[in-house]
T-cell receptor
Framework: GAGVSQSPSNKVTEKGKDVELRCDPI?????LYWYRQSLGQGLEFLIY????????KSGLPSDRFSAERTGGSVSTLTIQRTQQEDSAVYLC????????????FGPGTRLLVL | QQQVKQSPQSLIVQKGGISIINCAYE??????FPWYQQFPGKGPALLIA?????SEKKEGRFTISFNKSAKQFSLHIMDSQPGDSATYFC??????????FGTGTRLKVLA
């Protein structure tokens, strides 16, 4: 079946603009995660969704970052007033129901803020 | 205490050799330790995982060794192949949805 998909695959934006990144999880997966991967760094946890609610937003680096999930499926990560330090690969993952289950990752969105 | 320390940062191995990547943790609540493999332009994919009730798990050429008392675990890739060239991430989970990832090891296997 289809894996996790993300769009766009690449995004170049100017400092101060808002961007929206989209994630389509595997069908039937109730848990969804967003991570950020900076050059040479590991995967930094941003937010966890269970269904449409986000019980853990602890990794969002500032109030410029927000995310939502609708219909228990598609999720959107929004970065407002982008800064150059926001440049990174943003990865989305989903799992069947959370709790140490295998997380399946999408290919990521490569964001470059000029 | 939530960190997972991974080494080396990069590794070059000859074809047919053994690749060894090490990870260490502090939090004794961690009880699930997966390894992920990431090829350029792709998302990470689960390679192999272990729980602390066993000291070793083998799947094909990939083996995880786990030392609970030392709070260390390692990935061994036997008979390394050029197709194994990728970035490898260890991770640890404290019994919940949350994974703490290491910083990654970029492996290059020379033909």
């Amino acid at each position: 079946g289809a894996g996790v998909s993300q769009s766009p695959s690449n995004k170049v934006t100017e400092k101060g603009k808002d961007v929206e990144l989209r994630c389509d999880p595997i069908s039937g997966h109730t848990a969804l995660y967003w991570y950020r991967q900076s050059l040479g760094q590991g995967l930094e946890f941003l937010i966890y969704f269970q269904g449409n609610s986000a019980p853990d937003k602890s990794g969002l680096p500032s109030d410029r970052f927000s995310a939502e999930r609708t219909g228990g499926s598609v999720s959107t990560l929004t970065i407002q007033r982008t800064q150059q330090e926001d440049s990174a690969v943003y990865l989305c993952a989903s799992s069947l129901s959370g709790d140490q289950e295998t997380q399946y990752f999408g290919p990521g969105t490569r964001l470059l803020v000029l | 205490q939530q960190q997972v320390k991974q080494s080396p940062q990069s590794l070059i191995v000859q074809k047919g050799g053994i690749s060894i990547i090490n990870c260490a943790y502090e939090n004794t609540a961690f009880d699930y330790f997966p390894w992920y493999q990431q090829f350029p332009g792709k998302g990470p994919a689960l390679l192999i995982a272990i729980r602390p009730d066993v000291s070793e798990k083998k799947e094909g050429r990939f083996t995880i060794s786990f030392n609970k008392s030392a709070k260390q675990f390692s990935l061994h890739i036997m008979d390394s192949q050029p197709g194994d060239s990728a970035t490898y991430f260890c991770a640890a989970s404290p019994g919940t949805y949350k994974y703490i990832f290491g910083t990654g090891t970029r492996l290059k296997v020379l033909a």
